[in-house]
């Protein structure tokens, strides 16, 4: 894998009110700008990890809750799994 030693600026495939999204990648920040503007947003990658577990865990607890929610239903109704699934 190649170390980010030095800034890479790279063109995006999203947007974001019609203008497309460029990414500096830095050692130790991200860089985000819409194309056409000088206003540069800078994230600092421990923190963009931090964000995503965030982010990955909130989705599982959603999904447990979820998942909670419709043992209980299936059981209020009296519908049974077989064992083996």
């Keep these: 894998m190649t170390r980010a030693n030095k800034p ?4 995006s495939y999203s947007m974001y009110r019609s203008r497309e999204i460029v990414v500096t990648i830095n ?3 991200l860089g985000l700008r819409l194309k056409g503007t000088r206003t540069e947003y ?3 990658l421990l923190a963009a990890y931090q964000f995503a577990g965030k ?3 909130d989705a599982a607890r ?3 809750a ?3 929610r419709n043992a209980g239903a299936r059981k209020r109704l009296g519908i049974t799994t077989p064992k083996g699934f």
């Design 8 to 11: 890479t600026v790279r063109l």
């Design 27 to 29: 050692a130790t920040w």
């Design 66 to 68: 979820e998942a909670k």
């Design 62 to 64: 959603r999904e447990r």
């Design 55 to 57: 982010i990955a865990a």
């Design 42 to 44: 800078k994230l600092d």
